[in-house]
């Protein structure tokens, strides 16, 4: 749940960092659907070119690409022989080819469809997903995730589930570098080791029962069982990436099976009904050993993920803050400044914000803010979508290849017996005759070539991203104080202003620059390393403390027209004060009234004047300004001229 709060419903005074009030607005809903909207548009800016990333699923695409080709030929194969078949007459030999063209054409379409949407590989900046719920601009409060992102930083460090179980046991102990691995990584990697050990254990049961006790009496009904069992247990959770269902109890029964199971399958053959030559050792060897090596080969694919141990550093600068002025200001001098280093000029993704709430109506109080923000996440310098050559050379990346490669060869063998199976079907023939264990064969390796390419595809969509986190943290009391401006008594204009005093705030900034993983565009987005940015925390620091101890507390006017208004002003209250001496008072009583003169006068017009009436220009006899015709004092200094 995520508190927002609108600009008039700011959290009260004193009020801790992601607490508001009771009136705070439930905001999941709409954020949820605000955020999949934006995730579901694509924005373009010629700025951001590095939020272009290469399209990671070429490889992949074109090995689905070549198998789509293959199951569309082969459908297409297998329709055309089922018309020849019924354009002449013989219904018998067309159903088959009829019912496996519709499915190789329909499993050509998907897998070709599946190539076709990743084609192109659009990032917009919408994108990856955020580590929290977004505060929307104008709003206030944080929300659990933003808190948990918050204590990553507070921390240093990063946690991750711990492992439980035998097999996960052994998995870290061969591993130890994975428990540092993202949780995607983790839990593939439990799954495929869970699911080998699940396998190997079945099949080597299977093998030891079928080679060893087995008879020629007892080996259709071991296939039989170890079928049934291997495709409920077993390939049916693998498919639908789970667990398989082998616990202690189903490991103790393999055993036994193994030992004694062929045994007490010969001491009731004959109360058994007869198979009449009926057996799935064919298929149960092939499920097994086909799923066998396509989770070995998802599990080191999985496992080559794996890297060194990160470094999880963060960096925080406290001080101590006293200032002449509201801390909301401090807020939004921070906002003015991150927004100042916005990555590619794209808006900070903001996931906590409180502003320090202060009341001039109280005396003193205490208050509360933060605001914590990640800069736009961009891919990691150097990526790049690779090519076969440097898929087979990174180890990262070959394992995925390899695993691609085992599917388009599943799906090749598995088209091949399809092929030959329709092609000698008679529906009226024995069915020991038709082969039917070429259909079961078939179905298996599309099954497992299935899982090879849904597994590759997880891992191909990883991408690495950079960006910065930061919060800045303010904690602290006030007091309200009254500042006047002006002598009261000899001063005739004064100003007043309610000041808030903000008295040793604690101000914190946290900061630094990490590194994240997305498994997929849409996917949820997890922070893998840490790195701490000294110098940068120092300087926000630095910067805000600069700017809060700048504060002024006096009002004073500032505009050109208060200026010259001041200055009257000045001169009036002078003349009034009487404390200027006889000759500036006489002086100024000399000028009032040559002004009142002159404003008495009207100037000839020069259109009344022809060139022969021209008149020279005159100047006062003591202080040498030129006078208008016809003044009888000077308008500079108020002597008289003598007219």
Known sequence: MIEILSASEQPRSGSKPGQGRSGGLPYTAALHEHRSEQAMSYDYSSESKRLELPN??????????????????????????????????????AAAPLLAGLLMLGAGLAAGAMAARRLRFFFGRGRPASLAPEIPVGAYGSSVPADAVKELLRQGGIT?????GAIEGLLYHWMPTLITAPVKVQQLAQLSMFNVAAIVATFVSFLFSWLVFGTQTTRPWIGIVYFVFGAYFLVKPVLSEQRARLSRASLVGLIAVAIVG????????SSLPSLGGFSLNVQ?????????????????AVLAQVDASPQTRTSVEQARLSMNGPPAVLMDELDRHLQSEWTERIPNRRYAR????????????????????????????GTKAPTFAAALAEPR??????????????????????????????????????????????????????????????????????????????????????????????S????????????????????????SVVFGKDAARQVTAMFSTEREARALAQH??????????????????DQARMAALNVGERSLSGSADGATAAQIERTLRTEAAISTVEPPSILDMDANDAQPALHCTRCGQPTQPGARFCAQCGNSLGR
Request: aromatic share 12%; charged share 15%.
């Open 354 to 381: 409180i502003d320090p709430v202060t009341s001039s109506a109280t005396p003193s109080g205490s208050f509360a803010g933060e605001l914590f923000e990640e800069t736009q996440p961009l891919p990691v310098a």
């Open 160 to 164: 991750y589930p711990e492992p439980k």
């Open 544 to 561: 805000l403390m600069h700017f809060g101890r700048n504060q002024s507390v006096l009002v004073s006017p500032g505009a050109p027209e």
């Open 284 to 300: 149960t060897f092939v499920m097994l050993g086909t799923a066998l090596v396509a989770c070995t080969l998802a599990m080191v």
């Open 397 to 490: 990346h070959r394992a995925l290849l390899l695993l691609d490669l085992y599917g388009l060869a599943l799906v090749i063998v598995a088209a091949s017996l399809s092929l030959y199976f329709v092609r000698n079907f008679d529906a009226f023939a024995p069915w020991q005759n038709n082969r039917f264990s070429l259909l079961g064969n078939s179905a298996i390796l599309g099954l497992v070539a299935y899982f090879c390419f849904d597994r590759s595809s997880q891992l191909w969509g990883r991408f690495n991203f950079e960006s910065v986190l930061v919060w800045v943290e303010m904690i602290g009391n006030y007091q309200t104080s009254r500042i006047g401006t002006g002598n009261q008594f000899t």
């Open 492 to 515: 005739r204009m004064n100003t007043e202003n309610d000041v808030v005093r903000t008295e040793s705030m604690t101000l914190r900034v946290w900061r630094a620059r990490i590194e």
């Open 262 to 269: 062929p045994v007490a399958i010969g001491l009731a053959g």
């Open 56 to 93: 990671p699923y070429q490889l992949q695409n074109r090995v689905l690409s070549i198998s789509a080709a293959l199951l569309l030929v082969a459908g297409v194969t297998c329709l055309w022989w089922a018309r020849s078949a019924m354009q002449d007459q013989a219904v018998r030999f």
